[in-house]
């Protein structure tokens, strides 16, 4: 079984803070054997740390977490970006076409861009470990459970500290195509941890500035 992190956000994310390096080494040093960056809506990053990750010991799987329409969408194992800004379902059609698995991370929590009940995508993050009473997680796993889908665990890790805070464990070939073969067969299982507050706390912090710019260019878009 490989463990791997397939939720990660690198500087190149607005709101992520870890550079290629950091990611890799923190994947390392948590006993990962796969790694993914899924980026918002960028995929530079991601496709470098696929490339450079066998430096490190590890298998690089890229990816990227798309905003769709509807919230964001996990798109695992894809070299391309799928089109930002689709339906959610026309979005998951996309990353298949691609060669991914389009995964459904955090469905329940709207603030954080959640999608809610999606039943036509190829696995759903039943355990994120930004949590604050577990309560979207549980939901996410009856779920997953009822309609019978592949159950999936990322630590949504900004900062390089809470890589492989939760992971998947994957029975699948120590590549990037055999893990997304892996995830599409349900071959998973979920591991996790909370993230302290302190990390939390730390993370958010570092959002900051990214949000109050972001929040300004909606008032005064220049």
């Known amino acids: 079984m490989l463990k791997a992190d397939l939720h990660v956000h690198s500087v190149g994310s607005h709101d992520g803070t870890a550079t290629v390096d950091e990611i890799l080494n923190a994947a390392a040093d948590a006993g990962?054997?796969?790694v993914a960056v899924t980026d918002h809506d960028e995929i530079e990053q991601s496709l470098e740390v696929a490339e450079r990750a066998s430096e490190y010991g590890l298998v690089g799987v890229p990816g990227v977490e798309?905003?769709?329409a509807d919230g964001h969408?996990?798109?695992?194992?894809?070299?391309?970006?799928?089109?930002?800004?689709?339906?959610?379902?026309?979005?998951?059609?996309?990353?298949?076409e691609l060669g991914g698995a389009a995964v459904v991370?955090?469905?329940?929590?709207?603030?954080?861009?959640g999608v809610g009940a999606v039943h036509d995508c190829?696995?759903?993050e039943v355990y994120n470990s930004r949590l604050l009473t577990g309560i979207a997680n549980r939901r996410a796993r009856r779920f997953a459970r009822r309609n019978d889908l592949p159950e999936l665990a990322g630590s949504d890790a900004h900062i390089a500290e809470m890589v492989g805070r939760a992971y998947t464990l994957?029975?699948?070939?120590?590549?990037?195509e055999g893990i997304v073969d892996a995830v599409k067969d349900g071959r998973t299982e979920t591991r996790g941890r909370r993230t302290p507050l302190t990390l939390s706390l730390r993370q958010f912090a570092a959002r900051a500035p990214g949000r109050v710019r972001n929040a300004l260019l909606s008032f005064f878009p220049f």
Do not use: K, N
């Not at 969408?73 to 298949?96: F, H, K, N, S, Y």
């Not at 994957?170 to 990037?176: P, R, T, W």
């Open 32 to 34: 990962l054997d796969a």
């Open 66 to 68: 798309v905003s769709t």
């Open 73 to 96: 969408l996990l798109a695992i194992g894809v070299e391309e970006l799928p089109q930002a800004g689709e339906p959610v379902a026309d979005t998951v059609e996309r990353v298949r």
């Open 105 to 113: 991370p955090h469905p329940f929590q709207r603030l954080r861009h």
């Open 122 to 124: 190829d696995g759903i």
């Open 170 to 176: 994957v029975d699948g070939e120590a590549s990037a």
